[in-house]
């Protein structure tokens, strides 16, 4: 059974930071491209940032330059390092992991985070 489970959510003032967690487990992590997305109410899921199985990284223009996607396939886990937050960063943070490809992709996801910026 596939498992992604959150954690490192919470209240934080414009301009602190916070770190995500992900811990993985069910998968073969280290071939799977992981990655953040956020939801906040009223708006649709959107990618915050991405990793895959190789060296490569993706971001959201609106976290570039502030956030930092990192992975540690020794502890199944990936992270997600918040800096500069901003009140529009506020919304419901998902962990991402896609593995396979064609008939054997598969998507999973965790169960979400909460992240809060006070102004």
């Known amino acids: 059974q596939v498992q992604l489970v959150e954690s490192g959510g919470g209240l934080v003032q414009a301009g602190g930071s916070l770190r995500l967690s992900c811990a993985a487990s069910?998968?073969?992590?280290?071939?799977?491209?992981v990655g953040w997305y956020r939801q906040a109410p009223g708006k649709q899921r959107e990618l915050v940032a991405t990793f895959t199985s190789g060296i490569f990284t993706n971001y959201a223009d609106s976290v570039k330059g502030r956030f930092t996607i990192s992975r540690d396939n020794a502890k199944n886990t990936v992270y997600l390092q918040m800096n500069s937050l901003k009140p529009e960063d506020t919304a419901f943070y998902y962990c991402?992991?896609?593995?396979?490809?064609?008939?054997?992709?598969?998507?999973?996801w965790g169960q979400g985070t909460q992240v809060t910026v006070s102004s």
């Open positions: 991402n992991a896609k593995t396979g490809g064609g008939s054997n992709y598969r998507n999973y």
């Open positions: 069910g998968i073969i992590f280290s071939i799977a491209t």
